[in-house]
DNA sequence: AAGAAACGCAACCGCCTTGCT
DNA sequence: TAGCAAGGCGGTTGCGTTTCT
């Protein structure tokens, strides 16, 4: 392992404490469970593994799809990648899980299939339009943008126009990401949350404990401008 | 059957953000 | 406002397991 493996002693320390005190206030957690692990390990340790509902076993199809679609869309034109927002998305996987299949299997399988990196750029140019967008938003903060920007700045070369934020309407950012998640580049009419909701994201097995979830958190809690 | 190579994944590290004083 | 501590995250490492030759 990467470092010093756990023992089951470890785990039922961990557990204990965790059942007994709670998440949360990490730095007392190894003291409070007498382990001699920092806070970091504790919290990591539970997070990927300890953890209740946590999912094992290899990726379903629809989770890879999934996971293609949103790194495409959280990290194709953004220096960092967030697999945590990506997740998110899917129950019962943890960042680490995720990371570790997309490092072991995806990012070597698209290496040879630019054509979905190419149709997320596509996706993304479409709806990140240059600043000013005079386009009203209803939905979480706005990207700061630069004031002083002029007429001859807006006029972007192609290369940049995917790293220049603005703000999406609420019925924009549903049509995104019903494009990206429906694989189609061209949409067929913004559909109401609810439905997307069922259709596309209600169909994980999780236990049965929360299988399914509002579209509006889905969706919304992603922090377009902090990607 | 044995050694090499590739794979899978838990764990660690360092950095950034956030909240508190 | 600055400094510190803790939480959180992504990147990387390293070792056990599996597959290949």
Redesign the pocket.
């Given at each position: 392992?990467?470092?010093?493996?756990?023992s089951e002693e470890e785990d039922h320390l961990l557990k204990k404490c965790i059942e007994r005190y709670g998440e949360?206030?990490?730095?007392r957690v190894p003291v409070l469970a007498g382990l001699n692990?920092c806070?970091?390990?504790c919290?990591?340790?539970w997070l990927?593994?300890l953890r209740p509902n946590i999912k094992r076993g290899s990726f379903a199809e629809e989770e890879v799809n999934l996971i293609i679609k949103l790194h495409g869309l959280l990290g194709s034109k953004i220096d960092?990648?967030?697999?945590?927002?990506i997740a998110g998305r899917l129950p019962g996987r943890t960042?680490?899980?995720v990371?570790?299949?997309w490092?072991?299997?995806l990012s070597k399988k698209l290496v040879n299939a630019p054509r979905i990196e190419h149709q997320t750029v596509i996706n993304m140019e479409k709806f990140l339009t240059p600043h000013p967008p005079n386009i009203a938003t209803t939905t979480g903060p706005t990207k700061p943008t630069d004031s002083d920007h002029t007429s001859k700045d807006n006029q972007l070369k192609t290369e940049e126009k995917a790293i220049v934020w603005t703000p999406l309407s609420d019925i924009e950012v549903h049509r995104w990401c019903q494009d990206l998640v429906n694989g189609e580049d061209g949409h067929q009419g913004v559909e109401e949350p609810g439905r997307f909701a069922d259709h596309q994201f209600g169909q994980f097995d999780d236990g049965g404990s929360s299988s399914k979830w509002d579209w509006d958190d889905s969706i919304f809690d992603i922090d377009l401008w902090t990607l």
């Open positions: 392992m990467g470092g010093v493996a756990w949360g206030k990490w730095h692990r806070r970091k390990s919290r990591l340790r990927n593994y960092e990648f967030r697999w945590s927002l960042a680490n899980d990371k570790n299949y490092n072991c299997h």
